[in-house]
């Protein structure tokens, strides 16, 4: 099994910062994309940041030049640096992977339990 926990939600201010770690673990050979999305009451989830393995990066224009994804090869870690944030960034942030059980097994999608940002204006 793989099992991706989330820490570091909370709620801040308006400006404020806020970083997210999702960390990894159980049979896991590869990670090929590992990804953060977002889902806001109401509405459907977004991506909002992806990294591949070999460290490309792509983010939602709406946070582009505000957050940043990063992740640990070594540690099954990913990170999103969520700088200038907006009331609009509210939201449950969901830690997404798509990760190899072993080298001869195809990739499948994992997801965290979510973690809540809240953005105070």
């Known amino acids: 099994q793989v099992q991706l926990v989330e820490s570091g939600g909370g709620l801040v201010q308006a400006g404020g910062s806020l970083r997210l770690s999702c960390a990894a673990s159980g049979t896991i050979s590869s990670i090929n994309v590992a990804g953060w999305y977002r889902q806001a009451p109401g509405k459907q989830r977004e991506l909002v940041a992806a990294?591949?393995?070999?460290?490309?990066?792509n983010y939602a224009d709406f946070v582009k030049g505000r957050f940043t994804i990063s992740r640990d090869n070594v540690k099954n870690t990913v990170s999103l640096q969520m700088n200038s944030l907006k009331p609009e960034d509210t939201a449950v942030y969901y830690c997404s992977i798509v990760a190899s059980r072993g080298p001869a097994l195809p990739g499948r999608t994992y997801w965290g339990q979510g973690t809540q940002v809240t953005v105070s204006s």
């Open positions: 990294i591949t393995s070999g460290g490309i990066t």
